[in-house]
Every structure is written in C-alpha cells, then in structure tokens.
C-alpha cells in the first residue's frame, strides 16, 4: 500500500509521517508499505526543517536524503491512501485530484475512522465516515513552524503515534 502525506510545505509533519511510516515498514520487515510526502505549496528540494528532523530522530525515523516536493495530481493519483495534516490540505488533494476523494482523508480523521469502526481497508475508512461524524472542530495536525522545541515534540509525537495506529491495522 503506497500512503502519501500531505502538508502545506513538506518540510516537517508530512515529511515525518514519511519517515515515521518507513522506519515502521522496516521495523516489522514488510516492502507492502511504501510511504511518500509532498506540499501544497511547497519548495521542491528543501530539507527537512532543522527541529522537525531532529525530532524526527529520537523517535526513530531517518530524515537523511529527504527533499521536499510540491503536490501535483500525478503523485496524489498513485497513492493509495491519502493523509493530510489539516483538512484545507484534504481539499487542495481533492480540488487536484478529485478522483482520489474516496482515499484521501485528514490524519486524525482516518485514525479516529478506524478506530471508532474497526475499518482495516482503506474503502472501509471511507463508508466509515457517513457512520462516524464529528462536530469536535476541524481534524488537523498543528503545524509547528516558527514554534519551540517542545511545540515540534508534541506534534512528531502525536503524528507518530496517528501513523502507528493507521499503519498497524488499515491495509489497502
């Protein structure tokens, strides 16, 4: 199953959920799970952010080599899942891609999905959502640029934890 994460610049939160997701694959040995990022309005070819990839590190993910890359309708078609940090990125992947809509969700929207159902398949996620509203407010991950060190902790904790629980029990 190839997962694409999605933020605006691709350089800290969708960018650790790559690597995050990677270094899991590779932690139980599967080549099924295949992860990949990109920015709505990124700068193709910037590195991670310096915090973000240090972070990134203590919770065991590799951030060496990565280069961010700006979202076309090409790279959201080939996902099979799409994950986005906040639910204006879901619309963007959408308004690009719209045939991606029944595949593209927020993060935390797909965890809370699949946990309040079950789902193990990304079509299960989807028929969720009918079943499993929220009115809480939106359903995004906090971007932490321009924040402390402590801010990029929390959100690389949450966004670990949100693709570990995704990565563990939804299959394509």
């Excluded at 590779?26 to 991670?48: D, F, I, N, R, Y």
């Excluded at 398949?121 to 939106?138: H, I, M, N």
């Excluded at 949100?162 to 563990?168: F, P, S």
Aim: charged share 25%; aromatic share 4%; with cysteine.
């Amino acid at each position: 199953m190839h997962v694409l994460f999605v933020c605006t610049e691709n350089v800290s939160r969708s960018a650790t959920a790559e690597r995050i997701t990677t270094a899991f694959a590779e932690e139980v040995g599967t080549t099924e799970l295949v992860a990949s990022s990109a920015g709505t309005k990124a700068k193709a070819g910037q590195p991670m952010e310096k915090t973000a990839a240090a972070v990134l590190e203590g919770l065991g993910g590799d951030p060496s080599g990565f280069s961010a890359r700006g979202l076309t309708a090409e790279i959201a078609g080939e996902a099979d899942l799409v994950l986005t940090m906040t639910e204006s990125d879901r619309d963007e992947v959408v308004k690009l891609a719209p045939k991606q809509s029944k595949k593209t969700f927020t993060l935390k929207e797909a965890a809370r999905l699949a946990e309040a159902s079950g789902a193990t398949t990304v079509s299960a996620l989807d028929a969720a959502r009918s079943k499993f509203t929220t009115s809480d407010g939106p359903e995004d991950v906090a971007d932490p640029s321009g924040k402390d060190e402590d801010t990029y902790l929390s959100v690389g904790s949450e966004i670990a934890e949100l693709t570990g629980a995704l990565t563990r029990s939804v299959r394509s």
